[in-house]
């Protein structure tokens, strides 16, 4: 199902089309885990469903690229209407709050230190041992 | 009756107001953080906080401002999807280092998880708060997938993101700072793995391979703690 040639020059032309098509991918995906029960999120089979056609050429990176990289751009505005379910949650602004903030704090610092050592050991030793590895450091 | 209070009262008018009111204090935010870019002054931070003073001030419920601006929440479903852009424009990348990735994330997921139950049962938080705080190292729309799988309460989770992206973007600088990192793949990984879209943003600055490596994690983790999740829900 190639995009025939006048939609791909429309699509490219346009950022908000360009991300109705990406909103097309997701209620494909919505439908698709309504209808065959999968249990994971409708947009995670719908990213499937949009990576499928971009390896398989059938979908050109300049169809969505525009489009995709505004809504990820701006995806902090989607999720801010969420958090301020804190209003709801006052004991969050107390002593569980704080416990909760140390918490968020020291687990953030052990991920990223454990994070970073095991990548840094094993792309080095990647790089010593194997030899298609060398890549920019 | 007079036309102004009607007008005021109606669902419509409620839903387009909060929905006007926090795509501006967004739009502002990132304004002003654009030129003076503290971390105090992520729009991460302030847009919540603004908002959250407003709805206390009004004496504004969360249930009429979500029903207003639920529509925006709903995006969130198209912007996974439209991560499957950046995971095919790094095919390359995935394709030569995917062992080297693969232990990144696996290492940060479990650190991640392990970390947030064993401190949170430390300073005794349990229960769905608990739960909620699990997924919070990852990209939002995965993280309200995984709370709710497992038995969080997802707004709460999201809360949890946000302090985690602000508190990421700070402690990644003090951390590379003390510790010898060599690796640009490393410093994205660190980034992208711990702090989500607000690390990569910073990886971003840092280095073009960083922010690459870092935008590109962030996603793979994402997806990876969602089916991992869904899996073991189903299983256990």
């Given at each position: 199902?190639?995009?025939?040639?006048?939609?791909?020059?429309?699509?490219?032309?346009?950022?908000?089309?360009?991300?109705?098509?990406v909103?097309?991918?997701?209620?494909?995906?919505?439908?698709?885990?309504?209808?065959?029960?999968?249990?994971?999120?409708?947009?995670?089979?719908?990213?499937?469903?949009?990576?499928?056609?971009?390896?398989?050429?059938?979908?050109?990176?300049?169809?969505?690229?525009?489009?995709?990289?505004?809504?990820?751009?701006?995806?902090?505005?989607?999720?801010?209407?969420?958090?301020?379910?804190?209003?709801?949650?006052?004991?969050?602004?107390?002593?569980?709050?704080?416990?909760?903030?140390?918490?968020?704090?020291?687990?953030?610092?052990?991920v990223?230190?454990?994070?970073?050592?095991?990548?840094?050991?094993?792309?080095r030793?990647?790089?010593?041992?194997?030899?298609?590895?060398?890549?920019?450091? | 009756?007079?036309?102004?209070?009607?007008?005021?009262?109606?669902?419509?008018?409620?839903?387009?107001?909060?929905?006007?009111?926090?795509?501006?204090?967004?739009?502002?935010?990132?304004?002003?953080?654009r030129?003076?870019?503290?971390?105090?002054?992520?729009?991460?931070?302030?847009?919540?906080?603004?908002?959250?003073?407003?709805?206390?001030?009004?004496?504004?419920?969360?249930?009429?401002?979500?029903?207003?601006?639920?529509?925006?929440?709903?995006l969130l479903?198209?912007?996974?999807?439209?991560?499957?852009?950046?995971?095919?424009?790094?095919?390359?990348?995935?394709?030569?280092?995917?062992?080297?990735?693969?232990?990144?994330?696996?290492?940060?997921?479990?650190?991640?998880?392990?970390?947030s139950?064993?401190?949170?049962?430390?300073?005794?938080?349990?229960?769905?708060?608990?739960?909620?705080?699990?997924?919070?190292?990852?990209?939002?729309?995965?993280?309200?997938?995984?709370?709710?799988?497992?038995?969080?309460?997802?707004?709460?989770?999201?809360?949890?993101?946000?302090?985690?992206?602000?508190?990421?973007?700070?402690l990644?600088?003090?951390?590379?700072?003390?510790?010898?990192?060599?690796?640009?793949?490393?410093?994205?990984?660190?980034f992208?793995?711990?702090?989500?879209?607000?690390?990569?943003?910073?990886?971003?600055q840092?280095?073009?391979?960083?922010?690459?490596?870092?935008?590109?994690?962030m996603?793979?983790?994402?997806?990876?703690?969602?089916?991992?999740?869904?899996?073991?829900?189903?299983?256990?």
């Amino acid at each position: 199902m190639r995009l025939s040639r006048s939609l791909s020059a429309l699509l490219g032309k346009s950022r908000l089309l360009q991300a109705a098509l990406v909103v097309g991918f997701w209620l494909a995906g919505e439908t698709l885990v309504r209808v065959l029960g999968i249990p994971l999120p409708g947009g995670v089979i719908g990213l499937a469903l949009m990576l499928v056609l971009l390896a398989t050429h059938r979908l050109e990176t300049g169809s969505v690229r525009r489009g995709a990289e505004w809504l990820l751009a701006d995806m902090l505005l989607f999720f801010i209407p969420v958090a301020l379910a804190v209003v709801d949650h006052r004991e969050l602004l107390g002593f569980t709050g704080l416990k909760i903030l140390f918490v968020i704090l020291a687990s953030t610092a052990a991920v990223m230190i454990a994070t970073a050592l095991a990548v840094d050991r094993c792309f080095r030793w990647r790089a010593a041992h194997v030899r298609d590895a060398i890549a920019s450091r | 009756m007079s036309a102004m209070p009607l007008l005021l009262a109606e669902p419509a008018a409620h839903a387009l107001a909060w929905s006007v009111a926090t795509i501006a204090l967004y739009a502002g935010a990132k304004r002003i953080y654009r030129r003076w870019p503290r971390w105090w002054l992520m729009p991460l931070l302030v847009t919540p906080v603004l908002l959250g003073a407003l709805l206390l001030g009004l004496h504004a419920s969360y249930r009429d401002y979500i029903d207003g601006t639920g529509w925006l929440a709903l995006l969130l479903g198209p912007a996974t999807v439209a991560f499957a852009l950046p995971i095919y424009e790094q095919r390359a990348l995935i394709r030569r280092h995917w062992p080297v990735l693969l232990v990144g994330m696996i290492v940060g997921s479990f650190t991640a998880i392990a970390t947030s139950w064993g401190l949170a049962t430390l300073v005794g938080i349990d229960g769905a708060m608990r739960l909620s705080l699990l997924p919070r190292s990852i990209s939002t729309p995965f993280a309200l997938a995984v709370s709710g799988d497992i038995g969080g309460l997802p707004d709460l989770t999201a809360i949890f993101v946000i302090i985690t992206g602000v508190a990421g973007a700070v402690l990644g600088d003090l951390i590379l700072a003390r510790l010898p990192i060599a690796s640009a793949m490393a410093r994205g990984a660190l980034f992208g793995i711990g702090a989500h879209g607000a690390g990569t943003a910073r990886a971003s600055q840092i280095g073009e391979t960083e922010g690459a490596v870092a935008g590109l994690v962030m996603v793979l983790v994402g997806l990876m703690n969602v089916l991992v999740a869904t899996l073991a829900v189903r299983l256990l």
